[in-house]
């Protein structure tokens, strides 16, 4: 190894700081505030569908006379679709 390759080294791991700098200046970690809000509004994400579904199972299952059973599904579809939307929702962010 001569000096010339540890130069060029020193040089490549500057510019890769420079850069890490740059783009932290440009997308600056979140505050922890809003990371609790995120927190927040992905469970309300998933816990609305869910409850949406215990609701309307309930009642279906009041009008049906079909015991437990619509609200069981529903819960389980309501469920399913809060994770599919979090889950979506995550992509974006």
């Known amino acids: 190894m ?4 540890g130069g060029n080294k020193l040089k490549d791991a500057a510019r890769r700081s420079q850069g890490r700098a740059e783009a932290g200046e440009r997308d600056p970690e979140p505050s922890l505030a809003r990371r609790f809000g995120q927190i927040g509004v992905l469970g309300w994400i998933i816990v609305g569908p ?8 309930n009642w279906l299952d009041g009008l049906l006379g079909t015991g437990i059973a619509m609200a069981a ?3 389980m579809a309501g469920a399913a679709l809060g994770l599919f939307l979090a889950f979506r929702w995550m992509h974006e962010q």
């Not at 869910?50 to 199972?57: E, I, K, P």
Request: charged share 15%; net charge negative; glycine share 14%.
């Open 2 to 5: 001569s000096v010339e390759d």
């Open 50 to 57: 869910t409850l949406l579904g215990v609701l309307a199972g």
């Open 73 to 75: 599904a529903l819960t």
